[in-house]
């Protein structure tokens, strides 16, 4: 089951004072980025954010599941009303994930 785009918005506004927050369509979810890192994903209408020691620190409650079945388990956020408990989340978690690596210049 795809997600609805209108949650996807909701979760993007609901993330954005963490920074510039993309949300782009693929496999019929979607990948979320903040400043060109991917930290997340929007599958099933269920909002997953990329496992790390800082955002595991600031869980209300840890929930770790795939986003779908084969991929590695995420911090599954059951409560996406609070606004800036969801940007302080992204912001710490991609405080510790790694630069996007440059793309390759076509010949």
Do not use: H, W
């Not at 927050?21 to 954010?49: E, H, P, Q, T, W």
């Not at 599954?76 to 510790?96: H, W």
């Amino acid at each position: 089951m795809a997600s609805n785009p209108d949650f996807v918005q909701y979760i993007v506004d609901q993330c954005s004072k963490a920074g510039d927050i993309v949300a782009r369509k693929m496999f019929g979810d979607y990948c979320l980025y903040c400043n060109g890192k991917v930290f997340g994903l929007v599958s099933d209408n269920g909002f997953y954010v990329k496992p790390t020691e800082a955002g595991r620190n600031m869980l209300r409650n840890e929930d770790l599941r795939p986003p779908y079945p084969g991929a590695r388990p995420c911090f599954y956020i059951e409560d996406v009303d609070d606004r800036d408990y969801m940007s302080a989340l992204v912001k710490t978690t991609c405080s510790e994930l790694p630069d996007p690596k440059p793309k390759a210049k076509k010949k």
